[in-house]
């Protein structure tokens, strides 16, 4: 079982920054997929940014231009960073780590406000 802890996030001004930290108890650069997603109050969980096998990355279209993501070895991370902060961009924030062989892991959710 793959173990995640979620730090950062919190209340943010609006065209403020954001950066999101989750430590993985597996070597970050041996999954298949790390990666950040977000659920809205009323709305599906939708991914942010993904990082897969072969340093793939994906992001929905709403962050691109404004979003930064990356794996840190000291750490043992994946690590978000989200630049000009909308009121749209509230929402609870959730690790995914698929390792190769077992299911995906998901973090416990931090929350990120985005005050007008």
């Known amino acids: 079982q793959v173990q995640l802890v979620e730090s950062g996030g919190g209340l943010v001004q609006a065209g403020g920054s954001l950066s999101l930290s989750c430590a993985a108890s597996?070597?970050?650069?041996?999954?298949?997929?790390a990666g950040w997603y977000r659920q809205a109050p009323g709305k599906e969980r939708e991914l942010v940014a993904r990082?897969?096998?072969?340093?793939?990355?994906n992001y929905a279209d709403s962050v691109k231009g404004r979003v930064n993501i990356f794996r840190t070895g000291g750490k043992n991370s994946v690590d978000l960073r989200l630049d000009s902060l909308k009121p749209e961009d509230t929402a609870a924030y959730y690790c995914?780590?698929?390792?190769?062989?077992?299911?995906?892991?998901w973090g416990q959710g931090i929350q990120v406000t985005v005050s007008s």
């Open positions: 995914k780590i698929v390792p190769h062989d077992a299911d995906a892991t």
């Open positions: 990082i897969r096998t072969g340093s793939r990355t």
């Open positions: 597996v070597n970050i650069y041996s999954v298949a997929e």
